[in-house]
């Protein structure tokens, strides 16, 4: 069983994909919350059970908790006891698994960065393994997880990086599919025609990237004919310095989440 502490946003991705995945049945997922109709409405919504934090630990082996970085450390203090012999997944920004270790050492630790596209099995997913993380304990995270997109292992010291390159920055896509369907109306298409359109370019161009791992100028090289029309946008684009606008905007999201990491 699966248990999740917090029914917020990231818990309702992380359901939502985990049951598109396949990998559970909604009768293998429980969930609590503070509030607890937030964790009932996730129960009408997906299926799941709904019950008080105590009983998602006694009934689960792995437990995801998605409640908010502030509120994590107490969430372990308190429950150390019982959650000692569980795998526990963190997705919390900012908490370090030794910071989750100091709280007791012989809790199982797997610290992850997920992003919201999870919830249709086209997010990244990184994670960090804790000291006391046996084999059998990652097949068992992985049997669970590794189906909601690109899944990966990485150096701690690169979470941060991670998190402002795949976390942040879906918020950035969306604005800039939204500004793509804005020139779509001016060009009289109707705004919904527009906004798929848009976010149809979105996907396929990050898919060709992706897929074929050709380098996305050799890819731009590509749609790019002499003294065609694809040349001028690109040109317009360098001109207002959007390709120094990105690397930044990601960079300051990056300095933010280490301030965050530091607290
Ligand atoms: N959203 C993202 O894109 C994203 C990406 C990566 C990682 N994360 C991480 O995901 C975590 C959750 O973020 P979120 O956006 O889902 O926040 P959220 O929507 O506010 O959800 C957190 C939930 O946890 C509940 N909660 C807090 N303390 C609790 C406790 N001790 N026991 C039971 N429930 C408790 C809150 O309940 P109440 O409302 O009743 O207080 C709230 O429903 C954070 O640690 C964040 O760093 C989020």
Redesign the pocket.
């Known amino acids: 069983m699966l248990g999740i ?7 309702e991705a992380m359901i939502a994909g985990i049951l598109k995945s396949k990998t559970l049945d909604s009768k293998d997922i429980i969930v ?4 607890k109709s ?1 964790a009932e409405k996730l129960s009408s919504k997906y299926g799941v059970a709904a019950a008080e ?1 105590i009983d998602v630990i006694k009934n689960s082996s792995i437990i995801l908790l ?4 502030y ?2 450390l ?2 372990l203090e308190l429950y150390q006891n019982e959650l000692a012999d569980k795998v526990i997944v963190s ?3 900012g908490i370090s698994v030794s910071d989750m270790e100091n709280v007791n050492t012989r809790l199982k630790i797997i610290r992850t ?4 596209p999870v919830q249709i099995c086209e997010g990244v997913l990184a994670y960090v393994y804790g000291a006391n993380i046996a084999e059998n304990d990652k097949t068992f995270f992985q049997s669970i997880f590794s189906k909601l997109g690109m899944f990966i292992e990485i150096d701690e010291s690169k979470i941060d990086a991670v998190s402002s390159l795949t ?1 942040c920055s879906p918020a950035y896509i969306y604005q800039i599919i939204e500004a793509m369907s804005d020139a779509g109306v001016r060009m009289g298409l109707p705004r919904e025609l527009a906004i798929s359109l848009s976010a149809m370019a979105v996907q396929g161009s990050g898919g060709m990237v992706y897929n074929t791992g050709t380098h996305p100028a050799v890819l731009k090289d590509k749609v790019t004919s002499p003294a065609g029309s694809t040349i001028e946008g690109l040109a317009e684009l360098e001109s207002k310095g959007v390709r120094g606008a990105v690397i930044s905007a990601l960079y300051k999201a990056y300095e933010k989440t280490l301030l965050f990491s530091k607290k």
């Open positions: 502490i917090g029914a917020g946003n990231m818990a609590s919350n503070y509030n937030k934090n998605a409640v908010k970085p509120a994590l107490n969430t997705v919390a920004a960065m997920p992003n919201t976390g």
